[in-house]
Antibody, heavy 120, light 106 residues
Framework: EVQLVESGGGLVQPGRSLKLSCAASGFTFSNYDMAWVRQAPTKGLEWVASISTGGGNTYYRDSVKGRFTISRDNAKSTLYLQMDSLRSEDTATYYC?????????????WGQGASVTVSS | DTVLTQSPALAVSPGERVTISCRAS??????MHWYQQKPGQQPKLLIY???NLASGVPARFSGSGSGTDFTFTIDPVEADDIATYYCHQSWNSPLTFGSGTKLEIK
């Protein structure tokens, strides 16, 4: 069974940093591109970042470029999101998701989410 | 960015057929996908590449379309289908989602 389990969320002050982790199991992690998607309270889904299988290619939405860093450790089957210079508008549930390249890069498996609140 | 416009909230009775539309501001070929999200849960993939049923998803769910106009259908609707449904495109960068259609059961 495919499982994605996020951790590392919490309450953080504006301007501070937080690092999310996503532990993957039930599939060969190194064979899949991975992504982070967020959802602000009562709002819709918003893609944040994606990373290629080996980590050599990363992609970000404009609003987080230069502040967030997506990375992965294939030996540990773990995905990360380093979030720096956090803003109140970054408050959201952050989901880890798996890209299925063969199915048109759709995100076919999701974690349960990690809550991040940016507030003083 | 590719804007995906979804039909507003819908209310239907169990046993009826419901269709949700999603219009893209530019072509996304057939790389349109549909998710179901129930309150407090993560999104669940239902349809990928416009019309393909994801593994384990009942055949009551279906999708169609290409280019800029897509539809998602549930037939027949069941009470458990109460959720918000999102379309999502993976053809253009950045990846984008529709604003969601909240399905309510009468």
């Amino acid at each position: 069974e495919v499982q994605l389990v996020e951790s590392g969320g919490g309450l953080v002050q504006p301007g501070r940093s937080l690092k999310l982790s996503c532990a993957a199991s039930g599939f060969t992690f190194s064979n899949y591109d991975m992504a982070w998607v967020r959802q602000a309270p009562t709002k819709g889904l918003e893609w944040v970042a994606s990373i290629s299988t080996g980590g050599g290619n990363t992609y970000y939405r404009d609003s987080v470029k230069g502040r967030f860093t997506i990375s992965r450790d294939n030996a540990k089957s773990t995905l990360y999101l380093q979030m720096d210079s956090l803003r109140s508008e970054d408050t959201a549930t952050y989901y880890c998701a798996r890209h299925a390249r063969v199915y048109g890069y759709v995100m076919d498996a999701w974690g349960q989410g990690a809550s991040v609140t940016v507030s003083s | 960015d590719t804007v995906l416009t979804q039909s507003p909230a819908l209310a239907v009775s169990p046993g009826e057929r419901v269709t949700i539309s999603c219009r893209a501001s530019e072509s996304v070929s057939t790389l349109m996908h549909w998710y179901q999200q129930k309150p407090g849960q993560q999104p669940k993939l239902l349809i990928y590449k416009a019309s393909n049923l994801a593994s384990g998803v009942p055949a009551r769910f279906s999708g169609s379309g290409s280019g800029t106009d897509f539809t998602f259908t549930i037939d027949p609707v069941e009470a458990d289908d109460i959720a918000t449904y999102y379309c999502h495109q993976s053809w253009n960068s950045p990846l984008t989602f529709g604003s969601g259609t909240k399905l309510e059961i009468k």
